[in-house]
Every structure is written in C-alpha cells, then in structure tokens.
T-cell receptor
Framework: DTGVSQDPRHKITKRGQNVTFRCDPISEHNRLYWYRQTLGQGPEFLTYFQNEAQLEKSRLLSDRFSAERPKGSFSTLEIQRTEQGDSAMYLC?????????????????FGEGSRLTVL | AQSVSQHNHHVILSEAASLELGCNYSYGGTVNLFWYVQYPGQHLQLLLKYFSGDPLVKGIKGFEAEFIKSKFSFNLRKPSVQWSDTAEYFCAVYDNDMRFGAGTRLTVKP
C-alpha cells in the first residue's frame, strides 16, 4: 500500500503522559499536514510542513504539542502532559506542490488516523 | 483565513431521494474547492474538486457540485441517493492550506 500511513492506529494513555504519533506520507509528496478531528466535527487544521520546514501552526497547537519532519519524509506529532481534552482522532495528510511552492491541485490524501484516548 | 460553513448537520433521506448539501465559504480570492466523504470506519476520501472552468463539476458515484462565485457557495448534489451513500460529507476550501467545514452526516434509509 503506497498511501499515507499512520502509527499507532489507537493509543490509550493516562492523563499527564506523553504520546507520539508517526505519519509516513506518500513518497513523492513534499507537503504534510496534521489535523485533529473530534466526534461530529470536521478536521481542524493543526500544522503543515513543506519538506522539512514547518510553514504554519494553528492556534490550536498549544505549547504541549510539537511536530517535526526532520528529513522531509515522515513526521511525528508529540503531545506532552496529555489532557482529557486531547482525546481525538489525529489525521495526517500529504500532497504535492508545484515549483512555485503553491499546491498544483490542493488535493490532500489522508491516512487512517491515530485515535487518542486520554483517561 | 478562509472558513467553511455547512448548513446541515444531519440529513436523513430515503433511497432514491434527491440530495443537496449546502456549503458556503468566506474568502474573496481564487480558491480551490473540495468535497470529501468519510464512510463509517474509513478515512477521508476525495469526492470531487473545483479549480477553474466549468462551475458544474462531476465526481465519483454520481455526485456533482456547482460553484456559484456570487454566492460563495459550492453545494453538493446527487439526483438519487443509495443506502451506500450513508457517510459524513465535508466541504473544504484550499488557498495555502485546507480548511474543512464541520461536516454533514447523511443517513440513507433503505
């Protein structure tokens, strides 16, 4: 399968613990996005990378959240000192861009998501 | 930043009924518009997209959407729904990143 893959698919943790999610995008895609989705809501933008550069971060991304994409391929999203309000599905998506830096199509390809449950 | 509004939270239809889901966006510039679908237990998938040209775009599974620039709308339609169309539908607008509406849950009764 050459789609976007995310790991783990489901994580249950106790409040106060740290968790890390990994996303492997489609190999030729240089843009990678993180979204958060809660029940009954649409995906909320968290952050995105173009290659290894983090270009935008949402205000939703508090200091406890950090994302990296060190080599411009896979990305990690870490949540420190988890809170019950962090319980959600964390979605990763990737896309390709043109040479101007703007996406040729804007179409995002999503992974299955990583569901976080904070007890 | 652009935002997206979907008017219907939950729509319930019988099979063969016609469907129209509303979507409005707030952005004055050139945008790319999308509808994504999320079937139960599955990941988000692209249904259709609009970049330019013919404002009436056709997607997979008989869906279509019409871009009306003057109304900032991109409503999704299907003339005759099937039970298998039961899913969550998300409208999205792309400028430099993708922003989604809250979604509309469609339930089709057999």
């Amino acid at each position: 399968d050459t789609g976007v893959s995310q790991d783990p698919r489901h994580k249950i943790t106790k409040r106060g613990q740290n968790v890390t999610f990994r996303c492997d995008p489609i190999s030729e895609h240089n843009r990678l996005y993180w979204y958060r989705q809660t029940l009954g809501q649409g995906p909320e933008f968290l952050t995105y990378f173009q290659n290894e550069a983090q270009l935008e971060k949402s205000r939703l991304l508090s200091d406890r959240f950090s994302a990296e994409r060190p080599k411009g391929s896979f990305s990690t999203l870490e949540i420190q000192r988890t809170e019950q309000g962090d319980s959600a599905m964390y979605l990763c998506a990737s896309s390709s861009t043109g040479t101007s830096g703007r996406s040729r199509t804007g179409e995002l390809f999503f992974g299955e998501g990583s569901r976080l449950t904070v007890l | 930043a652009q935002s997206v509004s979907q008017h219907n939270h939950h729509v319930i239809l019988s099979e063969a009924a016609s469907l129209e889901l509303g979507c409005n966006y707030s952005y004055g510039g050139t945008v790319n518009l999308f509808w994504y679908v999320q079937y139960p237990g599955q990941h988000l998938q692209l249904l259709l997209k609009y970049f330019s040209g013919d404002p009436l775009v056709k997607g997979i599974k008989g869906f279509e959407a019409e871009f009306i620039k003057s109304k900032f709308s991109f409503n999704l339609r299907k003339p005759s729904v099937q039970w298998s169309d039961t899913a969550e539908y998300f409208c999205a607008v792309y400028d430099n990143d993708m922003r989604f509406g809250a979604g509309t849950r469609l339930t089709v009764k057999p």
